[in-house]
Nanobody, 127 residues
Framework: QVQLVESGGGLVRPGGSLRLSCEASGRTFSQLAVAWFRRGPGKEREFVAGLKKGMGTTYAADGVRGRFTVSRVSGKSTAYLQMNSLEPEDTAVYYC????????????????????WGQGVQVTVSS
């Protein structure tokens, strides 16, 4: 069993940056694929970005590509979501998710793909 704990959320002004962290117990992120999802007010949980294990190829949703970057520390149990040029529409609870499997690209955005979930961290973008 893998436990995930997110941190780094908070209040930021539009145009600002935040970096979220995800700590995994029991595994390193070299052994796990990792993703970030978010749930905005009144919205469904949606895929934000993902990173496959092994080569660590990254993917990002259309609305955040070029602004958000997912990464991991090689051999460690920490993954990050760097968020730049934040917009009020990015306000949401952000969740870290992981799986020991090797999901195909088309399945990265599915909630059911991911075995393990963190408790979520609030990000609020407001002036």
């Amino acid at each position: 069993q893998v436990q995930l704990v997110e941190s780094g959320g908070g209040l930021v002004r539009p145009g600002g940056s935040l970096r979220l962290s995800c700590e995994a117990s029991g595994r390193t992120f070299s052994q796990l694929a990792v993703a970030w999802f978010r749930r905005g007010p009144g919205k469904e949980r949606e895929f934000v970005a993902g990173l496959k294990k092994g080569m660590g190829t990254t993917y990002a949703a259309d609305g955040v590509r070029g602004r958000f970057t997912v990464s991991r520390v090689s051999g460690k149990s920490t993954a990050y979501l760097q968020m730049n040029s934040l917009e009020p529409e990015d306000t949401a609870v952000y969740y870290c998710a992981a799986t020991s499997g090797s999901p195909i690209v088309s399945s990265l955005s599915r909630v059911s793909t991911w075995e393990f979930w963190g408790q979520g961290v609030q990000v609020t973008v407001s002036s």
